[in-house]
């Protein structure tokens, strides 16, 4: 078992599972400019780290995220650019990075949300490949209360969720609504009386399964879910290519013909 902390997020590691926990309840998780930087950087690390299986993220205290903490991030205007800023060829800037980040991990990532779940936490949230909440946790886009629209990945990650009227409804009313309406709505992927015993029981079946084949089914989707067919045919092979024959891949034959004592080998990069 590995460990390491900051003062915003704690990670531990613990037979190829992630906890990823965020840490400053006291503010309900919300996210000032230290969050931000702590969150992309716990991405980035279990990004490279091959061995991980499976990433829970989580938050401590009453409540997931409660979304950017307006009153701290902007006590110095520069805050905002630093947040809209894009760096060269980077795609996303840091603002998105919380939430975008977390699709570009190979692992799946289960978002367990509890408490409240609002604005640039709903958009972490929706960063992650499932959401496991309890029924009582209250969603919102809540960037137009503030006469905003919501810029932390929304826009990538909402629309293979739902229909756009829906969605221009949720952003435009910024209303809220319960972790029973986000699983009707289809923003959630269970609703669970302990989402959290529950998440931890899905990552261990996914730990079970060959790191290379999950890695691989994760980047297929999320290349191809809104791509032409063309572009989506081209990844089913070009990834089943890669995986292939290869140890992992060998193994699983092996597991599924009565030799379970088979381990697999970390990741294969894709």
């Known amino acids: 078992m590995s460990s390491s902390t900051s003062d915003r997020v704690q990670i531990s590691i613990d037979n190829g599972i992630a906890m990823v926990t965020l840490n400053r309840p006291e503010k ?56 809209l800023f894009k760096p060269g060829r980077k795609i996303s800037n840091l603002a998105q990075d919380v939430g975008y980040l977390w699709r570009d991990v190979p692992a799946p990532v289960i978002a367990v949300t509890h408490g409240y779940c609002f604005g640039g936490g709903f958009q972490i949230a929706l960063g992650a490949d499932f959401r496991f909440s309890t029924a009582s946790c209250e969603f919102s886009i809540m960037e137009s209360k503030w006469g905003l629209i919501p810029d932390m990945s929304l826009a990538v990650t909402l629309r293979e969720l739902i229909p756009i009227d829906l969605a221009k409804e949720l952003t435009m009313t910024a209303r809220r609504f319960t972790g029973t309406e986000a699983r009707d709505m289809g923003l959630v992927s269970r609703v669970c009386d302990d989402p959290m015993a529950e998440a931890k029981a899905f990552a261990k079946e996914l730990a079970e399964r060959s790191p290379d084949a999950t890695a691989a089914s994760k980047l297929l989707f999320n290349r191809t879910w809104s791509a032409s067919d063309k572009e989506a045919l081209d990844w089913e092979t070009r990834l089943q290519k890669k995986i292939i024959g290869r140890a992992n891949q060998r193994i699983a034959i092996a597991r599924n013909s009565g030799e379970p004592e088979k381990t697999y080998r970390d990741r294969r990069g894709l």
């Not at 989580?58 to 409660?66: D, P």
């Not at 009153?71 to 805050?79: A, G, L, R, Y």
Request: charged share 25%; hydrophobic share 40%; glycine share 8%.
């Open 28 to 83: 309900y998780n919300g996210l000032d400019m230290p969050m931000f930087k702590a969150i992309t950087d716990a991405a980035r690390t279990l990004k490279k780290d091959r061995s991980v299986r499976a990433i829970i993220l989580s938050g401590a205290g009453e409540a997931f995220c409660s979304g950017l903490d307006v009153k701290t991030v902007s006590k110095n205007p520069t805050n905002f650019l630093k947040l």
